[in-house]
C-alpha cells in the first residue's frame, strides 16, 4: 500500500506543480470537437477502453494521469512517450513505473479500424487521462484536440524535462528551470494522498496537517508561492475561494495545450509505440 500511496503522492505533487507553473497555452491549432466529422466515435472509443480497464485495474488513473504529464514535460504533448525501443523516453528511469500503456495502444487498435490516419496518440493519451480521472470519481473537462504525434523520443530528454518529485529542497526554481515557458498561479489540483483511486479535495487538508507524502507535498503549503492558493481551496482566505473542479479541468487543459504539434508539424502515428 505505501508504495501504491507513493506513486500517486508522485502524481499530486506533478499535478499541482503543473498548475502552479502554466500561464502561456501553446498550440492554438487545437479545439474541442476537433473530430467531430473525421472521426465522431473517438471519445466514446476512448473511454470504453479505459473502461475496460479500469475495471480490472484501478490503479491505471493515476497511470494515465501520470503519464500524461510525462508526455507534456517532455518536449510537449506529443505522445513521445509512448514510443517504445532502445534509449526511448519510455526506458528513462522517471518513466519505468509508468502504467496504461496497453489502455492506448487498444484504443488507437480500435480508432484505427474506424478511422484510419485520423486520430493521434497524443490526442488519444489526453483524453484518456481526463476519463481515468472521471472514473475515479474525479471532476471532468472538455479536451480540445488536434494533436499530432512528435517523431523523436530520447531517454535524455525523459532525465532532465520534467520535474523530479522527489527533490524538496525548492521545487518550484527546479520546475521553472523544466519548463521556462510555463509559469503561472491560476488552477491547482488535488486528491486524496490516501487512496490510490479515488479523487479528491482532502490532499490539501493533509499537507496542511503536515501528512503530506513527500516533503515536496509539504513545500506547498509551507511555500508562501503556494501556499495561499492551497489555503484558498481550503477556503481560510487569502482571496476568494478556489472551485476545485473547475480549477482542475483548467489546469489540465492548460497542461494539455503545452508545446503541442499541430498543422502539417509532426505526424498521425499508425502505431502508438512507434513512428510511422
Not at 51 to 60: K, N, Y
Request: glycine fraction near 12%; include cysteine.
Amino acid at each position: 500500500m505505501a508504495s501504491s500511496i507513493n506513486r500517486m503522492s508522485v502524481v499530486l505533487f506533478l499535478a499541482m506543480a503543473a498548475a502552479i507553473m502554466l500561464t502561456t497555452v501553446h498550440g492554438q491549432g487545437t479545439r474541442v470537437g476537433f473530430y467531430s466529422t473525421t472521426c465522431p466515435s473517438v471519445e466514446t472509443t476512448v473511454r470504453s477502453a479505459v473502461q475496460s480497464r479500469f475495471g480490472s485495474d484501478p490503479t491505471v488513473m493515476a497511470g494515465l494521469l501520470r503519464m500524461h504529464f510525462h508526455d507534456c514535460f517532455v518536449q510537449g504533448c506529443d505522445g513521445s512517450v509512448l514510443i517504445s525501443g532502445t534509449g526511448t523516453e519510455r526506458t528513462a528511469i522517471p518513466n519505468l513505473s509508468l502504467n496504461g500503456f496497453t489502455v492506448v495502444d487498444d484504443a488507437k487498435a480500435q480508432l484505427e479500424a474506424a478511422c484510419p490516419g485520423v486520430v493521434s496518440c497524443a490526442d488519444i493519451l489526453a483524453l484518456a487521462a481526463r476519463d481515468a480521472v472521471v472514473l475515479a470519481n474525479g471532476p471532468t473537462w472538455a479536451v480540445p484536440t488536434g494533436r499530432r504525434d512528435g517523431t523523436v523520443s530520447r531517454a535524455q530528454d525523459a532525465g532532465t524535462g520534467g520535474p523530479d518529485p522527489s527533490i524538496a529542497a525548492d521545487f518550484l526554481p527546479t520546475l521553472r528551470s523544466a519548463c521556462p515557458q510555463n509559469n503561472n498561479g491560476a488552477a491547482r489540483v488535488a486528491m486524496d494522498t490516501g487512496s490510490q483511486n479515488e479523487f479528491d479535495t482532502s490532499y490539501y487538508t493533509n499537507i496542511r496537517n503536515g501528512r503530506g507524502v513527500l516533503e515536496s507535498d509539504q513545500r506547498l503549503w509551507t511555500d508562501n508561492r503556494t501556499g495561499p492558493f492551497v489555503g484558498r481551496f481550503l477556503g481560510l482566505g487569502g482571496g476568494p475561494n478556489l472551485n476545485f473542479n473547475a480549477e482542475f479541468g483548467q489546469a489540465m487543459v492548460r497542461m494539455g495545450n503545452v508545446g503541442v504539434r499541430t498543422g502539417t508539424d509532426g505526424e498521425i502515428r499508425r502505431v502508438c509505440s512507434a513512428v510511422n
